[in-house]
């Protein structure tokens, strides 16, 4: 389950290319980030890294570009962050359909994420747009929720 590459051997984010570092898993399980590195000259190069955030039941994945667009999400982020959390063009593409049920890493990045800083996701995507279907992972099934949020006079 490799998403868009086939790996014949260990995968490991510093071995990445910085194409595709971001939202990759290693062997080990744990997530790769995008990070930046002053060289000698000054100038500033990209590396990948392996953070010490570990994902259960996925390993050795590379994001897929089809997940990247639906999802609203840029491979070049360095590091990772919860802030786009508040511009609502990119909860509601996190919220859609087209990542929400076809991108589990992703949504698990930003659920898990979202809840090591204190943030509550799904009260997040609700008040992201007025009308708003957004998932709720329950006991590990998924249950769909349409809310129509009105606004007060």
């Not at 008040?127 to 349409?146: A, D, E, G, Y």
């Given at each position: ?68 667009e ?52 799904l ?31």
């Open positions: 389950m490799c998403g868009i590459y086939e790996l014949a051997a260990e995968m490991v984010c510093e071995d990445l290319p910085k194409e595709v570092c971001a939202f990759s898993l290693a062997s080990s399980g744990k997530r790769c980030l995008l990070e930046t590195e002053k060289v000698a000259d000054g100038c500033v190069e990209y590396q990948c890294r392996t953070s010490e955030v570990v994902v259960e039941r996925m390993a050795e994945y590379i994001e897929t570009d089809q997940c990247v639906a999802c609203g999400v840029d491979r070049n982020s360095v590091g990772i962050s919860s802030d786009a959390f508040f511009e609502p063009q990119f909860t509601g593409k996190l919220c859609s359909p087209a990542c929400y049920q076809k991108c589990p890493n992703i949504i698990d990045l930003f659920f898990n994420l979202a809840a090591g800083e204190g943030k509550n996701c009260l997040i995507m609700l008040l992201s747009s007025s009308v708003s279907t957004f998932f709720c992972p329950i006991q590990h099934t998924l249950k769909i929720t349409t809310f129509q949020h009105q606004t007060p006079n």
